[in-house]
């Protein structure tokens, strides 16, 4: 009797071992309470909207990890290199990357359940990513130095009170920063990039950096984006943001990977990221909502979401990423 018991002891042990090994494939198993997000957004933005998400689905445990798109995206290689792919969702303003991760095929077609109450950028959407904000950036001044704000893009590359202390974010280091000059070059031709040089406008480290600056006061103004603008006047900064007529407005795009750990709680998370509640935190970060019921914080001074949609430079995405790497080297160049 003893030794049947201990036979069908082993049986069962061998079968669990068996079948444990079986699902160590070297891919990530599907997981009820997971979820992970890479992103570019900073803290005062993404921090509010994942706490939200949580009270709605409390089950869910999240970790995200913040960084630039450069970075993101290297992480990503890495990990497609190794067959690990730890992220569910990525949201970023390096538009061009989700147009390139969808040739790769990298990318879940997801359409959000509320999508028909969103305002949509892309011309040619098809689900693999969907517009979560629409940033935007402008002439940030620093009021204690420009008593006047500029009226024009133009001001820039011509004013005295901007020569020598004008900034742009470095567009290899910086996503938002790189689809800035993009915009500019699209709207105005290289030359017009040349002049701000001629000006002596400087090439910062950062897109928080070069703001961080010209709240100090080392910079007179910069090429800033809204949130992170806004994230420094809630501190104190005497900083205004300035928007001339050609308005720069970068999508931010989300999007769900094929091969995420967890893709059904990533569904959900898109879909509370496109809510009223998630997308009035988004105008209370600072920038501009994909939503047109939600309500925009005047301190601001932030275009309407329709605006933004309407007077927003348009640019053909997948002609910039085919551009990109030289976009940056001429940038490089020129401001060495």
């Known amino acids: 009797m003893f030794k049947k018991i201990c036979m069908a002891m082993m049986l069962v042990f061998t079968t669990l071992f068996i079948g444990a090994c079986s699902e160590n494939t070297g891919q990530p198993k599907q997981s009820n309470n997971k979820l992970v997000i890479y992103t570019s957004m900073k803290e005062s933005l993404i921090g509010g909207i994942i706490e939200g998400f949580k009270k709605k689905n409390p089950g869910i445990d999240i970790d995200y990890q913040s960084a ?4 993101i995206m290297a992480k990503l290689a890495a990990e497609r290199q190794s067959g690990h792919l730890l992220a569910d969702i990525i949201w970023t303003s390096e538009v061009p990357d989700f147009y390139e991760m969808k040739e790769q095929g990298m990318l879940e077609n997801y359409t959000p359940s509320n999508f028909a109450e969103l305002l949509n950028p892309f011309e040619d959407y098809d ?6 904000r629409l940033g935007t950036l402008g002439i940030v001044i620093n009021t204690d130095k420009v008593t006047t704000p500029p009226a024009t893009w133009e001001e820039i590359a011509t004013s005295d009170i901007y020569k020598d202390s004008f900034g742009i974010a470095d567009p290899a280091l910086s996503g938002t920063a790189f689809m800035s000059v993009a915009l500019l070059e699209k709207q105005f031709g290289w030359n017009y990039l040349v002049r701000l040089r001629e000006n002596g406008t400087i090439k910062s480290k950062g897109s928080g950096r070069v703001v961080d ?3 100090t006061g080392d910079l007179n103004a910069c090429l800033g984006v809204d949130y992170i603008t806004a994230a ?3 501190k104190g900064s005497n900083l205004q943001m300035v928007y001339p007529q050609e308005l720069l407005m970068v999508p931010s795009p989300v999007a769900i990977f094929k091969d995420a750990p967890n893709k059904e709680n990533a569904k959900k998370f898109v879909d509370y990221l496109l809510t009223k509640e998630a997308q009035q935190m988004v105008a209370n970060a600072g920038t501009v909502p994909v ?3 939600v309500e925009m914080p005047e301190k601001y001074n932030l275009p309407a979401p329709e605006i933004a ?4 430079i348009k640019i053909n995405y997948n002609d910039v990423m085919s551009h990109k790497e030289e976009i940056v080297q001429r940038f490089s ?4």
């Not at 689900?127 to 979560?132: I, K, L, P, Y």
């Not at 160049?333 to 060495?336: G, M, Q």
Request: overall charge negative; cysteine-free.
């Open 333 to 336: 160049d020129l401001f060495k």
């Open 213 to 215: 600056d010209t709240a």
């Open 232 to 234: 420094k006047i809630d």
């Open 127 to 132: 689900g693999s990513f969907t517009a979560a």
């Open 291 to 293: 939503r047109t019921d």
């Open 309 to 312: 949609i309407e007077t927003g």
């Open 68 to 71: 630039g798109a450069g970075k």
